[in-house]
């Protein structure tokens, strides 16, 4: 009978309602009870978030490469120090895009036969200009670029470098998903490149290059969702590490799906020599004799490289050509390298 009141708790209890302590007490749980709402968070709609933080982190990893490989191959062809690093990666919509962006500028449309629709690759005037100094001859002294509209002989001047900057970014994809990138077009001005939706959600990469402690500016790569959505799914589980190693029965799926691959294999005779008389007096019905004994092997080549060794002869009642393999190269030069 612990829940029975004794009669000096029922007088407690009595001179608390008088004093108004219980109803104070429960104005206060209900307070407290008004505070506990559920959590909300903002979403602007505007700008929606359609690539995952995982493949966000992805995009990153694989253009972190193409940063560095930019800055050496862009050195190596100025001849000067060239630092280019990425900065930073962020989901907005078209439109916002081409807001930001300087006017003039140096637009460059980018297609993927594989994919549908365009890429933007803007690099901001001011290192566009300081790169075509460099490839001009330009010295050491500080330059100072002009604010104008790049001329059709500057993007002439500029293409090559362009193609660098293209085949980096085509390599730095060759692992996740392997492209052919090719340039179809370019502006300078942002707000006449109309090729995408402006409320089309895009995934900015920005990247630093520098010049030397004084010239600096930035380029972005825009990749529009619609574009890249169907490689996204492989950006989850993508390693980008140097070394991967796999487990017994991912060799095995490997070699299963290689199996299937068709190979073409070519047997090669002794080449004849003839002169260009010889050569220009055939006609149909000829018979050119081959410095190849009948008892000699022929070598069997696959993607022009020997293979087999094998001998050529007659198989089945309608007499079809054959050859039967007698040796295998390829087994060989992989023993001696072995036994190296």
């Excluded at 220009?280 to 410095?291: F, T, Y």
């Excluded at 054959?322 to 992989?334: E, G, K, S, W």
Aim: glycine share 6%; net charge neutral.
């Amino acid at each position: 009978m612990a829940d029975v009141l004794g009669q000096n708790e029922i007088d407690a209890l009595l001179a608390a309602v008088n004093e108004g302590g219980i109803e104070q007490v429960v104005k206060q749980s209900k307070e407290e009870a008004g505070t506990t709402k559920a959590k909300v968070s903002p979403y602007d709609f505007k700008r929606p978030e359609r690539v995952g933080k995982d493949q966000i982190r992805a995009l990153e990893r694989l253009h972190e490469v193409f940063a560095r490989n930019v800055g050496a191959t862009l050195s190596s062809q100025l001849r000067t120090l060239l630092d280019c690093r990425l900065v930073g990666t962020e989901q907005a919509t078209y439109q916002e895009f081409t807001l930001a962006v300087a006017n003039p500028t140096c637009f460059n449309f980018l297609r993927a036969n594989q994919l549908e629709g365009d890429w933007i690759l803007d690099i901001n005037p001011k290192l566009v200009f300081t790169m075509f100094d460099k490839l001009t001859g330009g010295g050491t002294a500080k330059y100072e670029p002009p604010n104008r509209s790049m001329t059709d002989l500057e993007w002439m001047v500029m293409r090559p470098t362009l193609d660098r900057i293209l085949s980096q970014l085509k390599n730095a994809w060759e692992g996740l998903f392997p492209l052919t990138l090719r340039y179809t077009a370019h502006e300078t001005n942002p707000q006449l490149a109309q090729n995408i939706a402006p409320n089309e959600p895009v995934v900015l990469i920005t990247f630093e290059l520098t010049f030397g402690p004084e010239q600096n500016g930035t380029m972005t790569l825009c990749l529009p969702h619609n574009t890249i959505e169907p490689v996204l799914s492989r950006m989850s589980g993508y390693w980008f590490g140097s070394k991967v190693h796999r487990t017994e029965d991912t060799q095995r799926n490997m070699r299963r799906q290689i199996e299937d691959a068709p190979v073409e294999i070519s047997a090669a005779f002794k080449p004849v020599r003839m002169t260009l008389r010889e050569l220009s007096n055939l006609e149909v019905g000829d018979i050119i004799r081959l410095d190849h004994a009948s008892t000699q092997p022929v070598e069997l080549e696959m993607d022009g490289h020997p293979t087999f060794l094998g001998q050529v002869g007659m198989v089945g009642a309608k007499g079809k050509l054959c050859v039967r393999i007698t040796d295998n190269l390829a087994q060989n030069r992989l023993a001696r390298l072995r036994g190296k």
